[in-house]
């Protein structure tokens, strides 16, 4: 009727792609990673939102960046410090999401344990963050 319960293609598939950043914009977010790595190892004092905050943007442009090892890496760091469901949050769902729906076309049980695992960490923060609010 709508198409809401049609099976996507996977040209279709395929159009939802990260889009590709030109080499100035490229260059801008790598700057703007480094200011803030700067901030973040001179700022030792930083309150733990700020830092979380930082760890936060990095994230967020690297994933822009389509590196998404480092933004994991940077997005987690952000959650270790201080929970919360901001972009951070769902950039990091989402791009655990992509490599276990990778690690599933690789037919790499393993991986798709783990980031299946990954997902249900996530989903458990959602649950402490959504209770302590409730209180």
Known sequence: ????????????????????????????????????????????????????????KIGLWYAELNDSDEAIASLEKSLEIKLSMGDGYKKLMSLYNAKRAQAARSKDNEAIDYYMGKMDEMRNIAKKLTLSNNK
């Open 1 to 56: 009727m709508f198409g809401l319960f049609k099976k996507k293609d996977k040209k279709t598939a395929e159009v939802i792609q990260e889009v590709e950043l030109s080499e100035e914009a490229k260059a801008d977010l790598l700057k703007k990673i480094e200011n803030e790595k700067t901030l973040v190892n001179d700022g030792r004092e930083k309150l733990d939102e700020e830092l979380a905050k930082s760890y936060e």
